[in-house]
């Protein structure tokens, strides 16, 4: 657990615009906010595949993405691996939601998840888990950096009333 973080760059706030991303997914197809208008879009940013952290959260949004979906919501998930890594994690867990490929983390940047970690009295640069919630217009409706990935989908699905 990280004793302490600061973000590289500013981080978003409710009523800020999305800086937009265009990343590729686990089939390769690029995708993008616009890809979601008329809906609401959970962006996910997590650090990496098959970890025991970042498999507990995708998993539950997996097992909730049905009632999430219902209530108009659309979940993906934004980390620094590989589309090979994403295809076979997607795979081994069943997700059934979008994971996209941030390689170079620009996106993670832009959106203010990237920066430094004191982990265990060690400093880290690296992905800081955060999530955002774009209204059906794209705009940030809200922005959660150092997000606990134990009960973090049931807390979300009480803000978004899912």
């Known amino acids: 657990m990280a004793d302490e973080t600061r973000l590289n760059g500013t981080p978003l706030q409710a009523g800020d615009a999305n800086p937009g991303f265009a990343l590729p ?3 390769g197809m690029v995708v993008r906010p616009e890809d979601f208008a ?4 959970v ?7 098959f970890t025991p952290g970042c498999t ?6 997996r097992d909730n993405l049905a009632s999430l979906q219902a209530a108009g919501v ?10 090979e ?62 997000v606990d990935p134990h009960g973090h989908v049931d807390r979300l699905r009480a803000q978004l009333a899912a």
């Not at 008329?38 to 879009?41: D, I, K, N, Q, S």
């Not at 962006?43 to 595949?49: I, K, L, N, Q």
């Not at 507990?56 to 949004?61: G, H, I, P, Q, R």
């Open 25 to 27: 997914d686990s089939t």
């Open 38 to 41: 008329g809906r609401r879009l």
């Open 43 to 49: 962006v996910y940013f997590y650090p990496a595949a």
């Open 56 to 61: 507990t959260e995708a998993c539950d949004f």
């Open 74 to 83: 659309a979940v993906v998930g934004v980390s620094p691996d590989s589309v």
């Open 85 to 146: 890594r994403l295809a076979e994690w997607a795979e081994a867990e069943q997700l059934q939601f979008p994971l996209l490929s941030d390689e170079d983390h620009s996106v993670a940047e832009a959106w203010g998840a990237w920066g430094t970690k004191i982990v265990n009295g060690e400093e880290r640069v690296g992905l800081i888990r955060s999530t955002f919630v774009l209204d059906a217009d794209g705009t940030v409706e809200s922005a959660e950096y150092r």
